[in-house]
Every structure is written in C-alpha cells, then in structure tokens.
C-alpha cells in the first residue's frame, strides 16, 4: 500500500507522439514540469526523425540518396549509428534501410495485397545496412543509392523512452513506469518496494490477455509480434516483420519475441532481430548485446533465457 504522502506525490501523463499513445507514470513527484520537459523532448524527437514530416532528418536523408550527404541533428546521428551497429551485429537480421522494402508491403494498409516476387527483388537491391555512410566530424550522413530510405519507425519510440528515463532520473525521480507504444521502461522499483509486474500479451489472444509476468527493476521491455499487424491469404500469414534477407514476412516459427535489457534502444532493435533470426541464433546476438528475451513459438511454447528464470512467471490459467 501507498502512504498517502506518496499517493499525492503521483503524476499520470498520457499524450501522443510517434505515431502512437503514450504513457508517464510519475511516483514521488508533483512538479507538474517534469512530465512537460518529457513531453517537449519526445515531440522533438519526433519531429527529427519522423519518415512522414517532410522536414524530418529521415525525410532529407531519404531525398538526398545517391547525391550527397546531409547534415542531420546529433539526436538522429547518435540513433542512426547504434542502429547501424545492431544492423551489423545481427548480421543483417535487423537492418536500418529496410523502408523500401515496408513501404512496399505496407501490411495493415492494403487489404491482402501481395507484391510480385520481381517488385520485391527490386526493393531487396536498396537494402543493405553497409550502405549508410556516417561522418562524425560533420555529423552528417548519406545513403550511398537512390531510392534507399532508412526506417527509425521502431526504434525512435525506443530512443524517445530512454530520453524520458533520463530525464526523471535527472530530475530526482526514483519510481516510475514508462509505455510508449509498447516500449515498457521502469526506474526503480514500484513504490511499495517490489519489482514492476509487466504483463506479457497471449499473442492469440485479445490485447490485456497474458500468458504470463515478468519482474523488472530499472529495465526495458519491449515485444514484437505477428500478432500486431498482418492478414490471411490463400491460407499463408502475412505480418508486419519483414526479413531483409528475404524481402517477405519472417519465417521463424514464432508468433511474439520480448526483449529485456536497460536500453529501451537495444530492446527495440532486438525483438525485430530476433524475431527473425529465432531463438538458437538469436542467443548469440542476445549475449553481444547484454540482454534477456522470451520466446514464444507458434504453437505456444515459451522459451525463457537464463537471467530471466525466476523472473518470469506463468499466469495461473495457463
């Protein structure tokens, strides 16, 4: 239970930004300025690396491709270069250009259309994480062909989330949760002491239904799943994941991958690598990057890394 000093000292901030609804949870504060500072940050954000803001770092990177570099605000510089880096530590898995090949499929947005295996053949040309040049002295960067784009889709809500959590930790604040768009990160502990309880969705079943929880402190969760946008047609399912290696959905026998690890950044970039490597080469990627994940298959099984046992509880109906 919560003294009723703590009770009063609660703030609840819900707002939107990065194409999606976000959430602040504030314990131990009544400074209404922090939850603004929050909001300012994560709209500018926004603004820098939105692919749909003509004005957007994304949106003159992508105009300038094959032509010439273009300076971009340290924010996207600093989230393109971590991006890189998980791009190639993942092999490719995870892969910072692949828009063509998204905008292509544009899953939950053309009914059940299916591109020709030439159209994605010719998309599959433009991605290729190698092709993003990097100028730190100029803090610039350039795409080395025309018609490639970069997707910060993802992992800007990730960016944005570790932003928020840097700034309640700045300001004095020892307990809250962040959700934004899914993106899970706790500061501390729940005020009563006790690790934060995050629900982890039944990826067959209705959103607030959970296979099971997970205890956390001070760390990041995020999970990605077929679950989330996709169709049927002709009895195959299409979803939102694409693999670059392939130009089509991932095909990887699971249905939802859920990534911990104290960057919300990493954890972001990690369930689309992992969703599509699986998890026996998933591991190895998940050691690289210091992180936990939970693995949940297509017929329902659940695999659990090893820093995550005990954490990780079944739900009771289960």
């Known amino acids: 239970m919560l003294n009723k000093t703590t009770e009063k000292a609660y703030i ?4 939107q930004a ?12 009544q400074s209404q300025k922090i939850p603004e500072l929050i909001i300012k940050r994560v709209l500018e954000i926004d603004d820098r690396m939105s692919a749909f803001k003509a004005e957007s770092d994304v949106s003159k990177l992508s105009q300038s491709a094959g032509h010439s570099f273009v300076t971009i605000h340290k924010d996207t510089f600093e989230l393109l270069y971590r991006a890189n880096e998980i ?12 828009r063509p090949l998204v905008e292509l499929w544009e899953i939950g947005k053309k009914g059940d259309f299916v591109p020709y295996s030439s159209e994605i053949s010719e998309r599959k040309k433009l991605v290729n994480y190698k092709d993003l040049l990097l ?23 990730g960016y944005a989330a570790d932003e928020a959590k840097r700034i309640l930790a700045e300001n004095g604040v020892e307990n809250a ?23 982890i969705q039944n990826p067959l079943a209705p959103t607030g239904v959970y296979l099971g929880s997970l205890s956390v402190v001070n760390q990041t969760v ?9 169709f049927i047609k002709d009895g195959v399912r299409y979803h939102h ?16 991958v859920t990534a911990v690890c104290s960057s919300s950044v990493d954890a972001d970039a990690l369930t689309t690598a992992l969703f599509i490597l699986g998890p026996d080469e998933g591991l190895k990627l998940l050691k690289l990057l210091n992180a936990e994940a939970i693995f949940i298959t297509n017929d329902l099984k659940i695999f659990v890394t ?3 046992i005990g954490a990780f509880k079944l739900a009771e109906n289960q």
Do not use: M
Not at 140 to 153: H, I
């Open 12 to 15: 609840s901030k819900s707002f």
């Open 18 to 29: 990065l194409g999606t609804s976000n959430r602040l949870n504030i314990y131990g504060c």
């Open 87 to 98: 791009s190639r530590l993942s092999g490719g898995a995870f892969d910072i250009t692949i």
């Open 135 to 157: 100028d730190k002295k100029s803090c610039s960067a350039f795409l080395q062909n025309q018609r490639q784009a970069v997707d910060l889709g993802g992992i800007a809500k």
């Open 177 to 199: 949760i962040i959700n934004f768009g899914g993106n899970i990160v706790t500061l501390g502990t729940h005020p009563n002491g006790r690790p934060w309880e995050i629900g």
């Open 222 to 230: 995020v999970t990605s799943g077929s679950n989330e946008q996709f």
């Open 241 to 256: 994941i694409i693999d670059p290696r392939t130009g089509s959905p991932a095909q990887s026998d699971l249905l939802s």
């Open 306 to 308: 090893e820093g995550l």
